[in-house]
């Protein structure tokens, strides 16, 4: 449901932060496009990457103090050898399953204006391009998560909106969905994000 009349009908607006909120309910799909991603795996080595994809938001609760959001989806693809279509390899960021992430939010920072907090558990993917098949998965610590942050929101559902990786982010090898904590395999450095709500 992502109709304008449904984004911004029905929640209330903290301190009347950024015009109408979308309702209860409302499923939102972003795209999503980080480009220079710095991050360094044992398998690969230090790399700079661009992801392309996507995130599901939907709204879970709302009151004076802003939104609580849950997120359903995520995924992002990067390309480690574009100029080589048919060979090299992908590394996908995806949202996990196997742990439990605290819901995302829309709130009022303290020092005044409006934040958005996405609370992410991930897996990546390390992916032969010539025949899809899984070369190795990393995932993070499952008693942490990543927080992409915006400081500067200036409309909900997002356009053109900046979220940044709040703080760098460990990756461990992973295996039958299971986080091997005694073996690090890489790091997720930072994550610069331009977020678009899909139409």
């Known amino acids: 449901m992502t109709d304008s009349t449904a984004e911004h009908v029905g929640s209330p607006d903290p301190g009347g932060m950024i015009g109408g909120l979308p309702p209860i309910g409302v499923d939102i799909p972003c795209g999503m496009y980080a480009a220079d991603v710095p991050l360094e795996l044992n398998i690969l080595g230090t790399l700079t990457l661009d992801f392309r994809g996507g995130i599901n938001v939907c709204v879970r609760t709302s009151n004076t103090e802003g939104l609580v959001l849950e997120i359903q989806g995520f995924r992002v693809e990067a390309d480690t050898s574009p ?5 090299g390899t992908l590394l996908a960021l995806a949202m996990s399953n196997a742990t439990i992430t605290p819901l995302s939010v829309l709130q009022i920072r303290e020092a005044g ?9 991930l897996t990546a993917e390390v992916i032969d391009k010539a025949t ?8 993070t610590d499952p008693t942490k ?4 942050r915006a ?6 559902p ?11 982010v460990r990756l461990y090898a992973s295996q039958d969905g299971t986080t091997q904590m005694d073996n690090p395999a890489g790091e997720l450095r930072a994550f610069d994000v331009i977020v678009n709500q899909s139409l």
């Open 83 to 87: 100029s080589t279509p048919g060979a």
């Open 151 to 156: 400081t500067n929101l200036t409309s909900f």
């Open 113 to 121: 204006g409006p934040e958005l907090l996405l609370h992410l558990s």
């Open 145 to 148: 998560y990543a927080t992409l």
């Open 158 to 168: 997002p356009a053109d909106q900046l979220c940044t990786l709040q703080e760098p």
């Open 132 to 139: 899809g098949e899984t070369i190795t998965t990393l995932a």
